[in-house]
């Protein structure tokens, strides 16, 4: 593998650099994206136990509403309509601020997605410039610029250059494209999930008022 890397030169280091932040990435990704990191198995019990006891005339403890926000992201949702509901909000405002905090979640969801697509992005045309790299130093090899006589030795670097930071560049750049569009499915599933969760508690807590989905 070493000797791989000798071969391939300088341009292959930031090639490297992004796999191995691309490999966290999607490791990272791909653990919390799980939908029993999304919907612990207690979460929704506790929601709708609590959307019980706000129908019943219940009020709910400050301790019982962070926890619930705590456990999870969709965790953060369903507290949002249940203190709106337990302050006595009407389901305009309880609807305005539950926007509110869907547009965090979401984000959460998507998180380091960016980052990911600009790698798959960028991982070829890094490697294009490797590719131009050796190419600069094959034209060295033949005396190009000099008018010397060429080196065997630098012409074949050069050819190893080119030839390794293309190969480099799509094996990067495909499977992070993969993963991205992959892990990209599973935040659109979790965030279709989490909408229709919340808007079940939303009519729970609201049976009399209608939301279009």
Not at 46 to 72: I, P, R, V
Not at 81 to 100: H, T
Not at 130 to 156: H, K, R
Not at 176 to 196: D, I, K
């Amino acid at each position: 593998m070493y000797s791989i890397l000798l071969s391939a030169g300088w341009p292959i280091w930031p090639l490297l650099i992004i796999s191995v932040v691309g490999l966290a990435i999607v490791i990272e990704r791909a653990w919390y994206l799980r939908k029993t990191q999304i919907f612990p198995s207690n979460c929704l019990e506790s929601a709708y136990s609590m959307a019980n006891s706000l129908s019943q005339g219940k009020s709910l403890t400050d301790e019982e509403l962070t926890t619930l926000k705590q456990s999870s992201p969709a965790g953060a949702l369903f507290t949002s309509l249940l203190k709106e509901k337990s302050q006595g909000a009407n389901p305009e405002m309880a609807l305005e601020e539950l926007q509110v905090t869907a547009q965090s979640v979401w984000l959460k969801l998507e998180r380091y997605l960016g980052i990911l697509a600009t790698i798959a992005t960028i991982a070829p045309l890094l490697g294009l410039f490797g590719t131009v790299v050796g190419m600069i130093e094959i034209f060295g090899s033949q005396g190009a610029i000099s008018g010397s006589a060429g080196s065997p030795q630098q012409l074949a670097h050069g050819i190893s250059v080119a030839l390794y930071n293309t190969a480099f560049g799509l094996l990067i750049a495909i499977p992070a494209l993969a993963a991205w569009r992959g892990l990209r499915a599973m935040a659109n599933q979790r965030q279709r999930e989490c909408e229709e969760f919340t808007r079940q508690l939303f009519k729970k807590l609201y049976p009399s008022y209608s939301v279009n989905s």
